[in-house]
């Protein structure tokens, strides 16, 4: 059975800080998906990584993607209170099974 | 806006009740998703649709009875529930085999009393 863990569970910091949330299988994927929720409300689609070594950004949010395709990253640089959220990860692997991992929540306070 | 919605948004149900979520999604998508999701807990998988064909049911109890009449709308029935299963369930739509991307409504809130 694929292990996914997320870390931190929780975050808390200061709006301007910068901050790095983990996401680790003990599998390697096919692809994997970032997502983030705000309470009451249904995850959000941030970004699909898919190739070994990948880097994407969206403005202040840089996710990168382990060689071996079994680790994700997600940084934020300068957070902003609106970055507060659920930080969730999920993988696919070859068959098409997914996996959501626990989610790491990040408090931003002004 | 993320194509996918769902109603009610909140729902106080007794243990005796019968009720139905709905969800519908406006993406063209051809996949269809319940997740459970509970305070402190990862999502948990409940039923999967594709093409209108239920094709996983993760072990969900028979309390809740899923129905996908269209590949736009999905419908949990729910009978004689137990407090255990207050939570926030979530529907999701994607293109099976396309990155698996999926897109998720706002979620009901459910409470059993």
Same mark, same amino acid.
């Not at chain 1, 292990?3 to 709006?15: A, D, G, M, N």
């Not at chain 1, 071996?68 to 997600?74: G, I, Q, V, W």
């Not at chain 2, 149900?13 to 979520?21: A, D, E, F, H, Q």
């Not at chain 2, 293109?95 to 409504?105: I, L, N």
């Given at each position: =059975?694929?292990?996914?863990?997320?870390?931190?569970?929780? *975050?808390?910091?200061?709006?301007?800080?910068?901050? =790095?949330?983990?996401?680790?299988?003990?599998?390697?994927?096919?692809?994997?998906?970032?997502?983030?929720?705000?309470?009451?409300?249904?995850?959000?689609?941030?970004?699909?990584?898919? =190739?070994?070594?990948?880097?994407?950004?969206?403005?202040?949010?840089?996710?990168?993607?382990?060689?071996?395709?079994?680790?994700?990253? *997600?940084?934020?640089?300068?957070?902003?209170p609106g970055d507060t959220g659920l930080y969730l990860c999920v993988t696919t692997d070859s068959w098409g099974k997914f996996q959501f991992g626990a989610g790491?929540?990040?408090?931003?306070?002004? | 806006?993320?194509?996918?919605?769902?109603?009610?948004?909140? $729902?106080?149900?007794?243990?005796?009740?019968?009720?139905? $979520?709905?969800?519908?999604?406006? $993406?063209?998508?051809?996949a269809m998703y319940w997740y459970k999701q509970s305070a402190k807990k990862p999502l948990e998988l409940m039923f999967v649709y594709s093409l209108e064909e239920?094709? !996983?049911?993760?072990?969900?109890?028979?309390?809740?009875?899923? !129905?996908?009449?269209?590949?736009?709308?999905?419908?949990?029935?729910?009978?004689?529930?137990?407090? !255990?299963?207050?939570?926030?369930?979530?529907?999701?739509?994607?293109?099976?085999?396309?990155?698996? !991307?999926?897109?998720?409504?706002?979620?009901?809130? $459910?409470?059993?009393?």
């Open positions: =059975t694929q292990l996914l863990e997320q870390s931190p569970q929780f *975050l808390s910091i200061q709006e301007g800080e910068n901050l =790095t949330v983990y996401c680790n299988s003990s599998s390697v994927f096919s692809s994997l998906q970032w997502y983030r929720q705000e309470p009451g409300e249904g995850p959000v689609l941030l970004v699909t990584v898919v =190739t070994g070594g990948e880097v994407k950004k969206l403005k202040r949010l840089t996710f990168q993607f382990g060689d071996a395709r079994k680790d994700s990253s *997600l940084h934020i640089t300068a957070a902003q790491t929540q990040v408090v931003v306070t002004p | 806006e993320t194509g996918v919605t769902q109603t009610p948004r909140h $729902l106080v149900m007794g243990m005796t009740n019968k009720k139905s $979520l709905k969800c519908e999604q406006h $993406l063209g998508h051809n239920r094709v !996983e049911n993760n072990s969900v109890p028979s309390r809740f009875s899923p !129905e996908c009449p269209n590949s736009s709308h999905l419908f949990l029935h729910l009978h004689t529930l137990q407090p !255990e299963d207050s939570a926030l369930y979530l529907c999701a739509s994607s293109q099976r085999g396309a990155g698996y !991307e999926q897109y998720f409504g706002p979620g009901t809130r $459910l409470t059993v009393t």
